[in-house]
């Protein structure tokens, strides 16, 4: 989709409260993690694709937008300027669309660094800043979906004999929960639910899609990459002694360390062709509020944009499985749904390349009717055992279940 609007953009140094409060209540715009990153308001402009090259023509709307902006910025921060919120669709076939942003107004923090950014669309007047809205406590309840637990229980065991028949190495299943909120409902109280209890995953809100992800797929600034690849997954002891022993034994379980080696390789072997200089660290057991995961950190210089690191990165082997291809015709033959949204990338970009985008986990899509659709997967492998990897759906399902359930705990429940 082609766009000849000329934006104005004007960046100035500003004082924020909470930045989920300044959000759209019925159509939150967010990336936001450990008080810091960006929340936008509005829609000066949306550019719309899909299929298969739908990275690939967003870049090109892109920097056709980029290049009839003019923009004033006096903080100079990553994030600041001219920027779009996006989400892209997890299949090249999927029946969702993938859109890109801009909204009217930013407010952005990183650091000591406070700014609103205004957009104005052609001769439109700069938008005038609204003061923030209180958040309303909204509670729903989801129920299973189109693959209920038995129906999991089922593919996982066909997934794993056909791994062990040597088909393919490793697919990522996924399960659906269900639920509907009520007309005109405030959206931002499942985000700030996320917040409390996740505040260092990426709380993330794009065009209905929103949720608390631990996974950066990209973060991309100044021609450096930084990629964060989780797999390999353990429940959170209950006394610190548990705990610490439930990191050390996954730390050398060989089904947990084999499912995350396939990951962490795959994503350096994407990474290879856009980027050099690249240096690895891990894997390490990474402590979430619900759970442990192995991760490895993987950084280097990128020769291209975030949306070029997207392009080769996405769908990778933490959410689709190994080899890239027969691992996506099997999920999806197994699963038999489309997944929309679900464990594809989702963040913002810059005018300059750079950007953060998270992998689009432990969240759920709001439709426009109020429908609500949650998604959770797991890594199978020939280890695998159909009632723990259905455990491990559960705990990944928790923080947008208890989001929606028990939005506005006053404190943080755990840690
Ligand atoms: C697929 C999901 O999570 C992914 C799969 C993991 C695993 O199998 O161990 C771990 C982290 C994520 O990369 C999900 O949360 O839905």
Same mark, same amino acid.
């Given at each position: 989709?082609?766009?000849?609007?000329?934006?104005?953009?004007?960046?100035?140094?500003?004082?924020?409260?909470?930045?989920?409060?300044?959000?759209?209540?019925?159509?939150?715009?967010?990336?936001?993690?450990?008080?810091?990153?960006?929340?936008?308001?509005?829609?000066?402009?949306?550019?719309?694709?899909?299929?298969?090259?739908?990275?690939?023509?967003?870049?090109?709307?892109?920097?056709?937008?980029?290049?009839?902006?003019?923009?004033?910025?006096?903080?100079?921060?990553?994030?600041?300027?001219?920027?779009?919120?996006?989400?892209?669709?997890?299949?090249?076939?999927?029946?969702?669309?993938?859109?890109?942003?801009?909204?009217?107004?930013?407010?952005?923090?990183?650091?000591?660094?406070?700014?609103?950014?205004?957009?104005?669309?052609?001769?439109?007047?700069?938008?005038?800043?609204?003061?923030?809205?209180?958040?309303?406590?909204?509670?729903?309840?989801?129920?299973? /979906? $189109?693959?209920?637990?038995?129906?999991?229980? @089922?593919?996982? *065991?066909? %997934? =794993?004999?056909?791994?062990?028949? !040597? +088909?393919?190495?490793?697919?990522?299943?996924?399960?659906?929960?269900?639920?509907?909120?009520?007309?005109?409902?405030?959206?931002?109280?499942?985000?700030?639910?996320?917040?409390?209890?996740?505040?260092?995953?990426?709380?993330?809100?794009?065009?209905?899609?929103?949720?608390?992800?631990?996974?950066?797929?990209?973060?991309?600034?100044?021609?450096?990459?930084?990629?964060?690849?989780?797999?390999?997954?353990?429940?959170? /002891? $209950?006394?610190?002694?548990?705990?610490?022993? @439930?990191?050390? *034994?996954? %730390? =050398?379980?060989?089904?947990?360390? !084999? +499912?995350?080696?396939?990951?962490?390789?795959?994503?350096?072997?994407?990474?290879?062709?856009?980027?050099?200089?690249?240096?690895?660290?891990?894997?390490?057991?990474?402590?979430?509020?619900?759970?442990?995961?192995?991760?490895?950190?993987?950084?280097?210089?990128?020769?291209?944009?975030?949306?070029?690191?997207?392009?080769?990165?996405?769908?990778?082997?933490?959410?689709?499985?190994?080899?890239?291809?027969?691992?996506?015709?099997?999920?999806?033959?197994?699963?038999?749904?489309?997944?929309?949204?679900? %464990?594809?990338?989702?963040?913002?970009?810059?005018?300059?390349?750079?950007?953060?985008?998270?992998?689009?986990?432990?969240?759920?899509?709001?439709?426009?009717?109020?429908?609500?659709?949650?998604?959770?997967?797991?890594?199978?492998?020939?280890?695998?055992?159909?009632?723990?990897?259905?455990?491990?759906?559960?705990?990944?399902?928790?923080?947008?279940?208890?989001?929606?359930?028990?939005?506005?705990?006053?404190?943080?429940?755990?840690?």
């Amino acid at each position: 989709m082609r766009t000849q609007r000329r934006l104005r953009v004007v960046t100035t140094r500003a004082a924020h409260g909470r930045l989920i409060a300044h959000s759209d209540a019925g159509a939150p715009l967010a990336f936001v993690r450990s008080g810091d990153g960006l929340v936008g308001v509005g829609e000066a402009v949306r550019i719309t694709v899909s299929g298969a090259t739908r990275l690939a023509d967003a870049a090109a709307a892109w920097d056709e937008l980029v290049a009839a902006a003019d923009v004033t910025d006096e903080v100079d921060a990553h994030g600041s300027g001219l920027v779009a919120f996006g989400t892209f669709a997890f299949a090249d076939d999927s029946a969702a669309s993938s859109v890109l942003i801009v909204p009217r107004i930013v407010h952005g923090r990183r650091g000591d660094d406070a700014w609103t950014t205004r957009i104005a669309v052609d001769d439109e007047p700069l938008p005038e800043v609204l003061p923030q809205r209180a958040i309303d406590d909204v509670r729903v309840t989801l129920s299973p /979906g $189109a693959i209920g637990p038995e129906r999991y229980l @089922a593919i996982v *065991a066909e %997934a =794993v004999a056909g791994i062990r028949a !040597g +088909e393919l190495e490793k697919v990522v299943l996924a399960r659906d929960l269900v639920g509907t909120l009520p007309a005109g409902a405030d959206q931002r109280s499942a985000l700030l639910g996320l917040r409390r209890r996740y505040p260092d995953a990426i709380t993330y809100a794009v065009d209905g899609l929103l949720g608390a992800s631990p996974e950066m797929l990209v973060a991309a600034r100044d021609g450096r990459c930084f990629t964060r690849v989780l797999a390999g997954t353990a429940a959170r /002891g $209950a006394t610190p002694e548990l705990d610490g022993e @439930a990191a050390e *034994a996954l %730390a =050398v379980h060989p089904k947990d360390v !084999g +499912e995350h080696r396939l990951a962490a390789e795959s994503a350096l072997e994407s990474l290879r062709p856009i980027s050099h200089d690249l240096a690895t660290s891990g894997p390490y057991p990474l402590r979430l509020p619900n759970l442990w995961h192995l991760a490895t950190d993987i950084t280097g210089t990128l020769d291209g944009t975030v949306l070029d690191a997207l392009a080769a990165l996405h769908p990778t082997a933490a959410v689709a499985g190994t080899p890239r291809a027969t691992a996506l015709e099997r999920l999806a033959a197994l699963e038999g749904i489309d997944r929309g949204r679900y %464990a594809g990338p989702v963040g913002w970009l810059d005018a300059d390349g750079g950007g953060e985008w998270a992998i689009a986990l432990r969240g759920a899509q709001v439709a426009a009717d109020g429908s609500i659709r949650a998604f959770a997967g797991a890594g199978i492998v020939a280890e695998s055992v159909p009632e723990d990897e259905l455990a491990e759906t559960a705990i990944k399902l928790r923080p947008i279940v208890d989001a929606f359930g028990d939005p506005l705990p006053p404190r943080p429940v755990l840690e």
